[in-house]
């Protein structure tokens, strides 16, 4: 079976919790509003992927336990394939605690990896990937991402990574990545002091290690995308906004989507941004994901028609 993309990372159970405001040391607060859904880069980005009309694969490692089995019902019923997921029996899966600033809308993350980022490179069979057009890896897992990208890099198809903080070892990664969209503080960390001051100047440096395209996420300020022939700059679109958890990892699944639609990267981050801002509109990483048609709906009420590769207006 072919799948647009299959993504390798870890999934969360999120439990998440608006309040009036980030509580202080020994102080109690109450809760406004309480949800419980799916987390993790990689899992949202192919719940993303889903949504929009593409076919997904995800493989990891979870428990056996009440967060395991939420996250494989919550996967399974966007469509999400889970066949290949791995089941630690008598451990305990990723779960976080999210608490969410009512009035500000930031967010306070506490995090138990559980047996997530326990997943070895023996237990993946790697010759499944050459039955997608693009494979998606979480850097949380380094050995696996390094073993990863290089068999796809020898089977000619591509691979994009996603990262949450810069760590040494990244630069070598980065000769087998094609797709790099890291944060704007990954980003800034991975370049000499000197040059940190424009993003335009990071995303050029980071080009250098090796990946064709490489996307800067600047949070309510877009996006910084380039590749051999250009770097631009894509401004974000202003929303309501009411929870950002997943914003980021909806700007992988939606760039993934572009590119496997053949769209020019600067039409890719639009839409990308455009994704990004709606999920920002529900709470948790999940609800907020729109649909194909509901984002051409919205970047039409923003005044964007562009055309895609297709020769076609997105819509």
Not at 185 to 201: C, E, I, L, S, Y
Not at 224 to 244: E, F, H, L, Q
Request: net charge negative; hydrophobic share 40%.
């Amino acid at each position: 079976m072919h799948y647009d993309v299959i993504g390798i990372g870890i999934a969360v159970h999120d439990m998440l919790a608006v309040v009036p405001q980030i509580p202080k040391r020994d102080e109690i607060t109450v809760m406004l509003e309480y949800r419980e859904d799916l987390g993790g880069p990689v899992a949202i980005a192919l719940v993303c992927l889903s949504r929009l009309g593409l076919r997904t694969k995800f493989i990891g490692k979870i428990g056996d336990d009440r967060h395991g089995k939420l996250v494989l019902e919550r996967l399974q019923k966007e469509g999400v394939d889970t066949s290949s997921v791995v089941i630690d029996i008598g451990a305990s899966s990723a779960f976080a605690f999210i608490l969410i600033d009512s009035l500000s809308r930031k967010r306070t993350i506490i995090f138990n990896p559980g047996c997530n980022l326990n997943l070895r490179e023996d237990e993946i069979d790697l010759s499944e990937t050459q039955e997608a057009s693009y494979l998606h890896l979480d850097g949380g897992l380094f050995e696996v991402c390094k073993k990863a990208s290089s068999y796809t890099k020898s089977k000619g198809i591509k691979t994009s990574l996603d990262i949450q903080v810069a760590y040494p070892e990244l630069k070598e990664l980065l000769k087998t990545i094609d797709v790099f969209i890291p944060p704007k503080d990954a980003a800034r960390a991975m370049v000499p002091q000197q040059k940190r001051g424009n993003f335009g100047k990071i995303c050029g440096e980071l080009l250098g290690f090796g990946p064709q395209i490489v996307c800067i996420t600047l949070g309510e300020k877009g996006c910084m995308v380039g590749n051999c022939d250009k770097i631009t700059k894509v401004p974000s679109y202003a929303v309501d906004v009411v929870d950002t958890t997943g914003a980021g990892d909806a700007f992988h699944g939606a760039f993934l989507f572009g590119l496997v639609k053949g769209w020019e990267a600067e039409n890719v981050a639009k839409f990308s941004n455009a994704v990004s801002a709606i999920n920002c509109t529900e709470i948790g990483g999940r609800e907020g994901l729109p649909d194909y048609e509901k984002v051409g709906k919205f970047l039409r009420d923003k005044g964007e028609t562009f055309i895609n590769e297709g020769g076609t207006k997105i819509q």
